[in-house]
């Protein structure tokens, strides 16, 4: 019986060991085709479809989808794809502002072993219309990020819309669902975090000003602590050192004894903490990641990614 036994344990943990070595292997394949003869050559979008394959797909195994997915949005939304102008140009905006600056600045490793699968491009924005906000961003279980409201996309005044804010948001998202941030930051603004009332304070500049001096970088980060954390390193990576600097003055100004300390003290504590987060936990520099990134903003205009368009011959 006992012979029995063990050499049925030794057959399960073979099978196991077995499993285990294929499944090693099979990770190691895309989960994704690459194989840029699968695409029609006939097809008006080829050059579109074989820039993603070069850029995406087969060095960081993503699917960037650009024709909208119902199966992939929420149905409680009236939502529209987006543009294929549109999408050209967001595609080359991401490949340049977000996936090229962190492949320089950490190595495209970093991209590969931690980057998301799909990027869904979505044209119209999700609206509440309850509360009067819109969602132009979503990150799920670490693997996939909707980019929303692409058809408003204007190349022209890049520093002043949402989406590359929105990029960085969604990707610190991603990596804090993979190595959670340090449980100080939960302290920070304890008492001021509203689910339900965060929208008063992205609405009106007065509001969004008060949200400064009660030590959030926008009002969005009011509703959460996690909503908090990744919004203090995407508002600092995409804002120059002047409205940065105006930010923290107005920060300065008392808000109604309700705090013990100033809100710019806050901020600046609560930016200390991922600094030391993405360092630690990802060897990440903030300052690195910022400077390129706002370095590579300063170039984009629409002549510049109509340069780009060239370059990757996709126009």
């Known amino acids: 019986m006992s012979k029995i036994i063990n050499l049925t344990i030794i057959l399960f943990l073979t099978i196991i060991l077995f499993v285990s070595c294929n499944e090693d292997e099979l990770n190691k394949e895309s989960i994704f085709r690459t194989?840029?003869?699968?695409?029609?050559?006939?097809?008006y979008t080829f050059k579109f479809?074989?820039?993603?394959?070069?850029?995406?797909?087969?060095?960081?195994?993503?699917?960037?989808?650009?024709k909208m997915q119902d199966i992939g949005t929420d149905m409680d939304y009236d939502l529209i794809p987006a543009t294929l102008s549109k999408a050209k140009q967001m595609a080359v905006l991401v490949k340049y502002l977000w996936?090229?600056?962190y492949s320089d600045v950490v190595g495209e490793k970093f991209l590969k072993e931690n980057g998301i699968r799909i990027i869904h491009l979505i044209g119209s924005p999700a609206k509440?219309?309850?509360?009067?906000?819109?969602?132009?961003g979503l990150a799920e279980a670490g693997i996939k990020i909707s980019l929303l409201a692409v058809n408003r996309l204007n190349v022209n005044r890049i520093y002043n819309q949402p989406y590359f804010q929105t990029m960085h948001h969604?990707?610190?998202?991603?990596?804090?669902?993979k190595k959670l941030y340090p449980s100080e930051f939960n302290y920070f603004s304890s008492?001021?975090?509203?689910?339900?009332?965060w929208q008063d304070y992205a609405s009106k500049p007065e509001k969004i000003a008060e949200a400064w001096r009660l030590g959030f970088v926008t009002g969005y980060a009011m509703k959460s602590v996690s909503e908090d954390f990744v919004e203090t390193i995407a508002k600092y990576i995409v804002t120059n050192d002047t409205d940065w600097a105006n930010m923290l003055k107005e920060a300065e100004k008392p808000h109604d004894d309700l705090l013990p300390e100033i809100g710019a003290d806050i901020i600046r504590k609560k930016l200390e903490v991922c600094k030391g987060y993405l360092r630690d936990s990802w060897s990440i520099n903030l300052e690195e990641i910022r400077s390129e990134v706002l370095r590579r903003q300063s170039f984009v205009n629409e002549t510049f990614v109509n340069s780009l368009f060239e370059e990757y011959d996709i126009d």
């Open 35 to 43: 194989d840029i003869k699968e695409l029609d050559s006939t097809s």
């Open 49 to 66: 479809d074989k820039f993603l394959m070069e850029n995406f797909r087969i060095p960081y195994n993503i699917q960037f989808r650009y």
């Open 99 to 101: 996936f090229d600056v």
């Open 128 to 136: 509440n219309l309850y509360y009067g906000t819109e969602t132009v």
């Open 170 to 177: 969604e990707f610190m998202h991603v990596l804090h669902q």
């Open 191 to 197: 008492s001021f975090y509203t689910p339900d009332k």
